[in-house]
């Protein structure tokens, strides 16, 4: 599978032409930016993973139950210790590290997931190969286009020049 | 110069001039990869003084291991002194990093931009060297791992209900939490330097930190979600640390310790010689690699709002301590609050804390101390001899006045005590000055995304 990938000089620039693309079912699309740009979801779809946050609650849930349970566990079934009379089973002495155990969880899932959702780390990738494409983390936007259908893929690096874009390299592989 | 024209209007920029993107980067990389002859041999002179601080440190450490903590000051009663006083003191200043990042995100504070990552490099080195602290302070440190709930042959666990494990919890938390948080927030960034770097190694190297960081949409969406979320994390957690520090002390019975009002006091005290940490290393940083156009005395001047405004809380802290051992008529209470403390024989210190950290603040009214970079650094300074002086006040004072005159003691510290102390702060500054030169210390994708979506945050109204 090999596509075009586009440089441009503006952020609405590249907005448009995505737009353009989308709109002519030009294929798969994806942009690249020096900063998140704002109201891409409408050009590119919204690709938000929804499972994101819900990963983040499920860990500092299980951060919740690892943490008071190892307390619980150790303090009344396998070290049970008399200290003043005081109940084994105190749970205000547990809550701190409960509390810590929920932030732990749930900031190391949003971490991991934040990886396993951009499918990261990936040290070599196929956009890298393209030259000048440094330039997406400095000032430029570069819009990758990889046709799904049959199109010749000729027409489309014509048409991205068309749209405005001021560099445009063929893209082998999936961006 | 920019400086000057930035005082006499009612709030500075956030940012000024309008860089464009390729300029920003380049000028937010340049401390990395050509920070200009002076500039290079004043950060290696300064590394050189860093590095003999730490070998002071290296050595009391070495002291503490091999003749163990005899070699300090430390006796019964008073058994805590400078280790403890130290930890609090560092990780207090751990607080300010992650809640610039973290909680003024939340609100949406556009200047937060310019200096989220140092405060937050800060933290981790700050909470670095408070660790060390506790650890060496076992007597053992090489038995350290016994905090840590893991099935011994002994069949032994930690005591739950006492307040050191939950110390130890909390802390290994708070390193954790705030190294990923910092770790992401630095990602786009590592890939600015991998695509800007000027030798092979060095875009090898920011290559694989920044771990394929490329840019798309996919990555910033995702970025943005989970970054959004640790700092949702990061924010309660801030105030959770310093809270269950101060618990090490609450739930003793001593005088003076005994005080329901230690976690609010601990965690405003936290914040309050945090953003003096702050300011005291970004006043000189922004100097020295002419940061001017993008750490601007509106920074400056929001930072030391905050921090006049925890002066005035930890103020009411005060105020409220010696009312309610006034009030509560017990005689222990009152004997520390109002005999002990300003009279005994640590008196110089308690003076000492009442001028740096209560009346020192007040300065900060004045939008020329506020603007300024070195009146606001004298005033900072102040206030971090003033915290750490705090601490000791609350551990010595206690510890050594507690209900039998029979148990009383003294305490002097020795000189292990003190070259630890000088030691870590000598490391955090190595520490510190490493981050400077390998990595972006502003946040460059951060920055561009504020200039290209909120031009309006950029100027006065911000």
């Known amino acids: 599978m090999s596509g075009w990938i586009a440089a441009f000089s503006s952020a609405d620039g590249a907005l448009a032409a995505a737009r353009q693309l989308r709109d002519a079912r030009a294929g798969r699309i994806e942009l690249f930016a020096p900063y998140p740009v704002e109201g891409v979801e409408e050009a590119l779809g919204d690709t938000r993973p929804r499972w994101l946050p819900r990963l983040v609650l499920a860990g500092g849930v299980l951060g919740l139950v690892l943490g008071y349970g190892v307390q619980w566990y150790t303090t009344v079934v396998s070290y049970p210790l008399d200290v003043g009379g005081r109940p084994l089973h105190s749970a205000p002495a547990f809550v701190p590290i409960s509390f810590e155990s929920v932030v732990l969880g749930a900031a190391l899932a949003a971490f991991v997931g934040f990886f396993a959702s951009a499918r990261l780390p990936r040290l070599w990738q196929p956009v890298f190969e393209v030259p000048g494409f440094e330039s997406a983390t400095r000032d430029r936007f570069w819009l990758a286009v990889v046709p799904t259908s049959s199109d010749p893929a000729a027409d489309l690096g014509a048409t991205l020049v068309d749209l405005g874009a001021e560099r445009v390299e063929p893209l082998e592989g999936a961006p | ?462």
């Open chain 2, 1 to 462: 110069m920019a400086e000057a024209t930035a005082i006499g209007r009612p709030a500075a920029p956030v940012l000024e001039g309008r860089p464009g993107d390729a300029e920003l980067t380049d000028a937010l990389l340049s401390p990395i990869f050509q920070p200009g002859p002076r500039v290079a041999r004043g950060w290696l002179l300064l590394v050189g003084l860093a590095v003999l601080a730490t070998g002071v440190f290296g050595v009391a450490i070495g002291a503490t291991l091999t003749l163990g903590i005899g070699a300090w000051g430390n006796d019964i009663p008073v058994a805590w002194a400078f280790a403890i006083v130290n930890f609090v003191w560092w990780i207090g200043i751990g607080h300010a990093g992650t809640f610039i990042s973290a909680f003024l995100l939340l609100l949406q504070q556009s200047w937060r931009s310019s200096i989220n990552r140092l405060a937050e490099a800060m933290t981790l080195f700050a909470v670095v060297q408070a660790g060390l602290f506790p650890i060496l302070h076992l007597g053992r440190p090489w038995f350290f791992y016994y905090l840590v709930p893991y099935p011994a042959t002994t069949g032994v666990w930690p005591q739950f209900r006492s307040a050191l494990p939950w110390d130890a919890a909390a802390i290994f938390t708070y390193l954790t939490v705030s190294f990923l948080f910092w770790y992401l927030g630095l990602l786009p960034d590592l890939a600015s330097a991998r695509d800007r770097a000027p030798t092979r190694l060095r875009q090898r190297l920011y290559g694989v930190f920044a771990l394929g960081w490329n840019g798309s949409m996919r990555h910033w969406h995702r970025h943005r979600i989970a970054y959004g979320l640790l700092a949702g994390l990061a924010t309660p957690l801030v105030i959770s640390v310093h809270s269950i520090v101060s618990l090490d002390f609450a739930i003793a019975s001593l005088p003076g310790w005994h005080s329901t009002i230690f976690p609010p006091y601990f965690v405003v005290g936290a914040l309050y010689s945090g953003f003096a940490m702050v300011i005291t290393l970004l006043v000189p940083v922004r100097r020295a690699f002419g940061l001017e156009r993008v750490v601007t005395a509106r920074h400056l001047d929001a930072l030391a709002k905050l921090t006049l405004a925890m002066g005035l809380l930890i103020t009411y802290a005060y105020v409220c301590e010696l009312f309610t051992a006034w009030y509560t008529g017990d005689l222990y209470e009152r004997y520390v609050a109002f005999v002990s403390r300003p009279l005994g024989g640590f008196a110089g210190a308690y003076w000492l804390m009442l001028a740096c950290n209560v009346l020192a603040p007040h300065l900060l009214w004045l939008r020329r101390v506020r603007t300024r970079g070195l009146p606001l650094l004298g005033v900072a300074v102040l206030i971090q001899v003033g915290m750490w002086t705090e601490r000791f006040v609350i551990v010595v004072t206690s510890l050594s006045r507690d209900f039998l005159p029979s148990s009383w003691g003294s305490y002097a510290p020795t000189w292990v005590d003190w070259s630890l102390l000088g030691g870590s702060i000598g490391f955090f500054g190595l520490l510190f000055l490493l981050f400077l030169r390998v990595v972006p210390f502003v946040p460059i994708a951060e920055l561009k995304e504020l200039r290209e979506t909120r031009p309006e945050g950029l100027e006065a109204t911000a």
